[in-house]
């Protein structure tokens, strides 16, 4: 049985949850603080950061790119026709550029500042950096956001999936970021109508389900988060 150690609006943990939806694989999952530096976890993975994949009594799987390549290797390719990392080596190095670009630089410079502002935040204790949102950093992340919806709006118009013809991981990773902020009501969805309807096909997606079923405590879910039609 595969543990992941996650917490419920980490992206970089939605996207593998994601992606264990997509292949259909049991996992169960155990929520995670990485602020709180449980020494546990931490025996794990000296980086305390998240989402940490154990399968059994293997050894932890630390990362979501490094867990990506796992599930490929270990699930994806027995499944040709799912298989989230294509066969060709320049659809797999487009794959690969589009989740690192969503994993690094989208993270950095928009959902990262949104969901620790807006969630971590609500959850740490003010020693450990905790309080109230800062409406500056909020400020440049809803200002970044637009040119990052630009940029997935082209890849949507353009392309079936945002890599290529088939649903990939680097679909999985735009939308594990964008659904952390749409839960805030935080996407201007009006500003890319293909934007809206690739996300749309995203979140009807069985794998999705779990995810929009996740709740914060005292902080409802925007209007848009669970409509599937918006």
């Not at 000296?46 to 932890?60: M, S």
């Not at 027995?78 to 989230?84: D, F, M, S, V």
């Not at 630009?150 to 949507?156: F, H, K, Q, T, V």
């Amino acid at each position: 049985m595969l543990k992941l150690y996650h917490h419920p609006f980490s992206p970089e943990s939605r996207f593998v949850r994601l992606a264990l939806g997509e292949y259909g694989i049991p996992f169960e999952c155990q929520t995670e603080y990485p602020w709180a530096r449980r020494r546990e976890f931490l025996m794990m993975n000296p980086a305390g950061t998240l989402p940490v994949l154990k399968e059994n009594d293997g050894p932890a799987v630390s990362g979501p790119t490094v867990i990506m390549e796992y599930l490929d290797e270990t699930r994806g390719y027995a499944i040709p026709n799912r298989r989230l990392l294509p066969d060709h080596p320049e659809a797999r190095a487009e794959t690969r550029r589009l989740v690192s670009w969503f994993l690094q630089k989208f993270l950095s410079e928009v959902i990262g500042y949104i969901v620790q502002e807006r969630i971590y935040k609500q959850e740490m204790p003010d020693s450990q950096g905790g309080g109230q949102p800062d409406s500056s950093v909020l400020r440049v992340a809803r200002v970044n956001m637009l040119n990052h919806l630009r940029y997935i709006g082209y890849l949507a118009a353009t392309r079936k999936w945002l890599a290529g013809d088939r649903l990939s991981f680097a679909d999985l990773a735009a939308a594990s970021l964008l659904s952390c902020a749409d839960y805030l009501g935080e996407v201007p969805w009006s500003e890319d109508e293909n934007v809206k309807s690739w996300y749309a096909r995203m979140k009807s997606r069985p794998s999705f389900r779990p995810i929009l079923a996740d709740k914060m405590l005292g902080m409802p879910a925007s209007r848009t988060y669970a409509d599937l039609d918006f």
